[in-house]
Structure formats: C-alpha cells, structure tokens
C-alpha cells in the first residue's frame, strides 16, 4: 500500500509541476512585444475656386476619402487639412450652389501637396439676371456732349457678379460696335462721338452661368 500511495502522490507531483510549466509558457508567449507598423504622414493643402472665373470659392466643405478631417475654406477658397496619414486620397470639395467636384491627392512621406479643386455652379435652380434698365441718359434725350457717361440698372435674382457688354450704334444705318466686354461697372464714358449725329446703345448682361439678357 505505501509503494502504491507513493506513486500516487508521484504521479500528481508530475502532473501539477507540467500544468505550471504550460502555464508559465502561456504567460511568456502573452508577453513578448506585437510589432507595430510605423504610420508615416504627409500634408494636404489646397483652393476651391469657381471653375468659369477662377475665383475662390469660401466656406465650401472639404473632406477626404478614406475619411481624415472636414474642414471649411477661407476667404480666400484655402484651405488645410493638416498632417494626415501617407496614402491616395480623393479630396471632394461641395456647397451649395455649385456641383460637387473631387480631386486625387497621391501624399508622399514628409511632404506637402496642394490641390485646386474647381466648382461648377449649379445652373438647375439658377435665375436669369434682370434686364438692364433705367438708362442715363434717359430713351430719346437729345443735345448730348461728344463726350458722355451712360449708365444703367441690373440685378440678379441670386446674387450672382453680374457682368455687362456695351454696344453702340452709329445712326439708324451704322455698323453695331462693341465699346466695352464683360465690365462690372453700371456706367461707361463714350469718347469722339459725332456732333448732328443719333446713336443707339444696347447692354449685354451676364451672369457667368445663364445665356445672355439683351
């Protein structure tokens, strides 16, 4: 019976010496360092501008896919996303009243891109510009110097920069002559005019993103 007993108790001595064996394995295998992969980075600047004119385009909203961060352009359509994780982005720039456009940013390691994106108005809800109207000098006023100032009136229904064409008529039977091209102003000087002579003037209003108002 002893030499029984001594087994036993031999035989479980083995046993637990084995189940703390694996268990300091187990603790050693858990504890040895995971790798981690270094994360390069880069930066991402940029400008929005209006595609027809080139002028910048404020507080449009620019965000990245794969996402990073959202911001909103300055006055001057720029705008800074910061330092950003190495790898290709499309950089999508929106607001409303224009379509939304994108741009492909391929970042470089420690480097800086700058992108242009350019947004096209939205012409789906865009109204025409009015008429130009009130003239100065009024329809039909006679002894007018040869050197003269008109003037005029026009407004747009959203705000758009509107832009206008002055074109002159010498006479019932005279060649039509374009005097001044997409001006912003509401008044032009005419110069050397003709004395004992009827001229007749049109202006050409434009909004950039309608077809012309005669």
């Avoid at 036993?8 to 858990?30: E, F, K, V």
């Avoid at 000087?189 to 004992?196: D, E, G, I, Q, V």
Wanted: charged letters at 15%; a negative charge; one cysteine or more.
């Amino acid at each position: 019976m002893r030499i029984t007993i001594a087994t036993y108790a031999y035989r479980l001595l083995r046993i637990r010496c084995a189940a703390m064996m694996l268990g300091l394995l187990m603790i050693w295998t858990s504890c040895r360092d995971t790798p981690i992969e270094p994360v390069f980075t880069a930066r991402l600047t940029g400008q929005v501008v209006e595609s027809a004119t080139l002028e910048p385009v404020a507080k449009a909203l620019v965000s990245t896919n794969p996402p990073t961060q959202t911001v909103f352009t300055d006055s001057l359509g720029q705008f800074d996303l910061g330092e950003i994780p190495v790898a290709s982005y499309s950089v999508q720039a929106e607001k409303t009243g224009y379509v939304t456009s994108f741009a492909a940013a391929e970042l470089i390691r420690d480097q800086t891109l700058h992108v242009v994106i350019r947004l096209p108005r939205d012409t789906a809800d865009n109204s025409t510009p009015t008429q130009a109207a009130s003239p100065t000098p009024a329809d039909g006023a006679t002894n007018q110097p040869i050197e003269l100032q008109l003037c005029w009136q026009a407004s747009d229904p959203d705000g758009d920069p509107l832009q206008f064409d002055l074109w002159l008529f010498p006479g019932p039977d005279g060649q039509m002559t374009r005097m001044a091209h997409a001006i912003t102003d509401t008044c032009w000087t005419l110069s050397n005019l003709k004395y004992a002579t009827d001229y007749v003037w049109q202006i050409n209003t434009s909004d950039g993103t309608n077809g012309t108002v005669y």
